[in-house]
């Protein structure tokens, strides 16, 4: 199998930062929407240095900090290599799992020494929930934004396929390093992306195999890598990932941890967008063409390109949903699509 860093050379590296303190960052990450990298940014937190020590001293630190219930991980199949993705059937190539944090890191242990060992990855893992203390330990001082959460992913070596999320991101590289390839949103129709409603992690995922891609069944994939960004990061760098870019991930050691931290611009009781293009899916896309054309032109009305005129005609304090949603119409308006679709 080819070296992906023979693929991919010649892409555009993540553009490196630098900042002096917490409202340097904060500025840096209000102020750009592409995304950089901050090497060294968490470079002193303890997490860093047992990582420093090795695997078995990075899992002693965290099992200090792990609440004593199950976690869930993935796990894949003996030889079935690092990327979570796919089988031949379209199902799942891995399977879900539950155990005490302490089995799973032995299992992980165990797997270090084997070639072939399958896979394992606990992924997107609510820090403050499963490993209380851990966030003021290795502190990130974002300061107030809006749906602020942190995140841990720790597994063995993985190949995460190019997906999308809606928040904003910033990773932080504890132990281990990690491949990102990013791409700007508008290249997700040439990273041929696969089922919506049959995803690994709740997003569509590109079809493409990083590590070998196939130009004959994806050739529009060459023109998704003239716009891709790449870097690699080392234990204490940061990476910032702005909401809706899509990012192809490595864990490229036999043992990795991340915290991501996530935040969101938009208030959080508006919908998730993808709600509203499964909805569409439901109700419109199939629909004959005459009336496709129809309903594009009142989303255009209501939605993409509301003109001024939109509701002059309609008294003031009658306009309802027409008016800039507050969380009180956002909340009627939620009320009442559930009475519709559960109809």
Not at 10 to 17: D, E, M, Q
Not at 157 to 176: I, Q, S, W
Not at 217 to 237: K, Q, Y
Not at 278 to 295: F, G
Request: net charge negative.
């Amino acid at each position: 199998m080819p070296d992906p860093a023979d693929l991919f050379d010649g892409l555009r590296p993540v553009s490196a930062i630098t900042v002096a303190d917490c409202w340097a960052l904060d500025h840096a990450l209000a102020a750009s929407a592409e995304p950089f990298v901050v090497r060294g940014l968490v470079a002193d937190w303890p997490l860093v240095a047992a990582g420093a020590k090795g695997p078995p001293s990075a899992r002693t630190y965290l099992f200090g900090f792990a609440r004593d219930t199950d976690f869930t991980y993935a796990e894949g199949v003996p030889g079935g290599g690092e990327r979570i993705f796919y089988d031949d059937t379209m199902a799942m190539n891995h399977r879900t799992r539950r155990a005490r944090i302490a089995a799973i890191f032995a299992e992980m242990e165990a797997g270090e020494g084997q070639a072939d060992a399958p896979l394992r990855y606990i992924a997107s893992t609510d820090v403050p929930r499963f490993f209380p203390g851990l966030a003021e330990a290795n502190a990130m001082p974002l300061g107030p934004r809006e749906g602020l959460a942190a995140t841990i992913w720790i597994g063995s070596a993985t190949r995460v396929a190019a997906h999308f999320d809606e928040p904003d991101n910033l990773v932080c590289t504890a132990v281990g390093h990690r491949r990102f390839t990013l791409f700007p949103p508008d290249q997700f129709a040439n990273l041929y992306l696969g089922p919506l409603d049959n995803t690994p992690g709740g997003r569509a995922i590109s079809m493409v195999d990083f590590h070998a891609p196939d130009f004959a069944r994806f050739p529009r994939f060459r023109e998704a890598l003239r716009h891709a960004r790449t870097v690699v990061l080392a234990p204490g760098d940061a990476l910032r990932i702005p909401s809706l870019w899509w990012h192809h991930v490595e864990a490229l050691d036999r043992f990795n941890v991340m915290i991501n931290y996530w935040w969101r611009t938009r208030p959080a009781w508006l919908a998730e967008p993808n709600d509203a293009l499964l909805a569409a899916l439901l109700a419109i896309r199939d629909l004959p063409a005459e009336a496709r054309a129809h309903w594009r032109q009142v989303f255009d009305n209501y939605v993409f390109a509301p003109g001024e005129t939109l509701t002059a005609h309609i008294p003031d304090g009658a306009r309802g949903v027409l008016d800039p949603l507050t969380p009180e119409t956002a909340g009627q308006l939620r009320a009442y699509l559930l009475r519709q679709l559960s109809r």
